[in-house]
């Protein structure tokens, strides 16, 4: 295993039921204007946030409201909210929702500090924020794992990127799978696959030896494939979405990812996807982690130049199609991974998601397409445009 200094510094509150006691503890640590953040109307469709004003209101805190954050927050949101917490002097932020919320926070958490636009303060100064407004998160829908990190993708319309950004780490995040009953199935399942897509593209990066966080990392996988499985048979297990809250927190907390260079080929393409179409994200990776794999495994296996890096590519996706897959080798671990996307009721094409890209689109999207060097195969952007016309 490569080298690591590690720190986890998120308080985590898990568990069935801890919702109220948790937060209840936590609020008491911080200001009183507190800015509650959230996304679409589930929110107060469900009476979560009737519960969480009152409770603010027990505890002596003013509530700023700050709603309407977008599956696919946008850069203009940040600044937004940015600007409503400078406004307000907000004195701590709580965030209530998925990753896509949590990922809005921690930019706002960010800029409200900042003087400087933080997306040219990262981009162009290379500079990070080390500043911030104080956050708290309470999740709803499990699957990013952004309540654990400090990264965001954000979606910059202007210059038509969707891209990462780095603010402020949670003080505390509340995972209580209960909550995950306020959001419908179609978005449990979508979060789901995003965990599973976040192991394996953790997996794939290097070293490709097998080590300590990979066969932690398997075990995650199976999990989530058992457990969405599950879930979808029977929607009030509460085993099944407890352990899919716990699987989501682990693919993004940092213990997968000790003494690896991951790889998140899959995710760099649907993020430029999802900047030029809006698209739902685990959908996205549903439809494009098949295609990829297939697309890496073959190209490895023809390689003309067969050399280590190339062995120990193709035996970990061998490895991973016994592990995770528990078939014998790595094509008939693909197709698995392909069926059980459709078992889910998850799209496989492009068309299914009601998305039809030209030949225009899909260059532009494979030209602003970040290449990871923890893939293992470096592709081209001819490579790309290959990946998302055979996704059509």
């Not at 990922?103 to 933080?118: F, G, P, Y």
């Not at 890496?296 to 490895?319: L, Q």
Request: with cysteine; aromatic share 8%.
């Amino acid at each position: 295993m490569k080298r690591f200094d590690y720190e986890f510094p998120v308080r985590i509150h898990f568990g069935q039921g801890c919702f109220e006691d948790s937060l209840k503890k936590e609020i008491q640590k911080y200001g009183k204007r507190v800015m509650l953040a959230y996304g679409g109307g589930s929110l107060k469709r469900t009476g979560l946030y009737d519960r969480i004003v009152d409770m603010l209101g027990e505890a002596g805190k003013t509530v700023t409201d700050f709603g309407g954050i977008m599956p696919n927050p946008t850069y203009a949101k940040v600044l937004e909210g940015a600007m409503l917490a400078r406004e307000q002097k907000v004195d701590f932020i709580l965030a209530v929702g998925g990753g896509s919320v949590s990922d809005c926070c921690k930019i706002v958490s960010a800029q409200a500090r900042l003087d400087s636009d933080i997306w040219d303060y990262e981009y162009v100064e290379h500079k990070v924020s080390t500043d911030f407004i104080p956050l708290g998160v309470i999740v709803t829908a499990s699957g990013t794992g952004s309540e654990q990190n400090n990264g965001a993708v954000i979606t910059n319309e202007e210059k038509k990127l969707k891209s990462p950004l780095w603010g402020s780490f949670a003080d505390f995040a509340i995972l209580d799978p209960d909550l995950t009953k306020t959001v419908p199935m179609k978005q449990v399942i979508s979060g789901a696959f995003d965990t599973l897509s976040h192991c394996m593209e953790t997996y794939f990066g290097h070293p490709h030896t097998c080590n300590l966080s990979d066969r932690i990392n398997e075990a995650v996988q199976r999990s989530v494939i058992k457990n969405l499985k599950a879930l979808i048979a029977n929607p009030d297990d509460d085993f099944a979405r407890s352990e899919l809250m716990w699987a989501s927190a682990m693919g993004e907390n940092g213990i997968l990812k000790l003494g690896k260079v991951t790889d998140f080929q899959c995710h760099m393409i649907e993020h430029q996807l999802g900047a030029y179409t809006d698209c739902n994200h685990g959908q996205g990776l549903a439809v494009l982690h098949p295609v990829l794999y297939r697309h890496i495994y073959n190209s490895i296996s023809s390689c003309a130049h067969w050399d280590a890096t190339c062995k120990s590519a193709s035996d970990k996706f061998r490895r991973w199609a016994q592990e995770v897959w528990l078939v014998q080798d790595a094509d008939e671990g693909i197709d698995f991974l392909a069926d059980f996307i459709r078992e889910v009721g998850l799209p496989t094409t492009f068309t299914e998601m009601g998305i039809t890209l030209d030949d225009d689109i899909i260059r532009a999207i494979a030209e602003s397409t970040v290449i990871t060097p923890g893939c293992c195969k470096q592709l081209t952007a001819d490579e790309i445009v290959v990946i998302l016309n055979e996704c059509n």
